[in-house]
DNA sequence: TGCAAACATGACGTTAACGTCATATTATAT
DNA sequence: ATATAATATGACGTTAACGTCATGTTTGCA
């Protein structure tokens, strides 16, 4: 189904009205384009657009990280952007990403340790 | 340097003493016990705390996600905690951290293959 | 053609995690 | 003893990422 209106884009993409048009206000998602009747047009990629937007929020990134990188996903990078400031925001957030998946594995292993150690005293401690 | 007030203790935390209010309003940080005077007065310990609780931030955990597991890392957890539910709670936690791990790796090579696909491309237009 | 359902737009509300005054009391250095 | 610094408390402000009304136009179906 192309050229879906925005009840259909919701439905399929799990997200509210108020979510697209709030991207669409901030920049995050274009938007659709407008016929004569003042209504707004979708598509697939609109779709997938707003499930890429959901993946990466779960990464923990703000929509305005998003904003940074969601085109890398979407458009031909060949000639649209300013190269080299892309590449500099995409160093960044690799290193920013880094830090992240260093603590998180920390904080994992912390978490085992403790999980481990519970399950033991449970273990010990079984008539309670 | 044991025994200070919210200046010093702020200082060596580095945060402020609003959140440090805040969070002992929310039930993140034990008040500091008051004097006769009403000044609270801090120890070594409540730097520690306020430290873990920085580095579980950067975990991407939220300060009621904290409160539900700071505890494990301050007290002496034989006999406080009512044991079973604490362990459902860390279970839960480790797998949100899974579904986060995998996630923030999958973010990773997008980034680093993105990366690799621009260097490549600067390198071919060496003269723009 | 009539009318409920879908859409557009604007405005105000909400939660988390604090920031920023304002004011009053306590502590400290001279 | 007094001026200055530190602390306590309260209240209002702020940003992100939307939720929730209210109101008006458009569409789709009987």
Chains 1, 2 share one sequence.
Not at 64 to 83: A, C, H, M, N, Q
């Amino acid at each position: 189904m192309n050229r879906m209106r925005i009840g259909d884009l919701t439905e399929r993409a799990g997200v509210t009205q108020r979510t697209v048009r709030y991207y669409e206000s901030i920049g995050l998602l274009p938007s659709g384009e407008r016929e004569g009747n003042g209504h707004h047009y979708y598509t697939e990629e609109t779709v997938a657009r707003l499930q890429k937007i959901d993946q990466l929020k779960k990464v923990g990134l703000s929509l305005e990280d998003i904003r940074d990188v969601i085109e890398l996903y979407f458009t031909d990078t060949s000639g649209v952007l300013p190269k080299r400031k892309v590449l500099g925001i995409l160093r960044q957030h690799l290193a920013d990403t880094d830090q992240k998946l260093e603590a998180l594995g920390q904080f994992r292993s912390d978490l085992q340790s403790n999980i481990e150690r519970f399950e033991r005293w449970l273990e010990a401690n079984d008539g309670d």
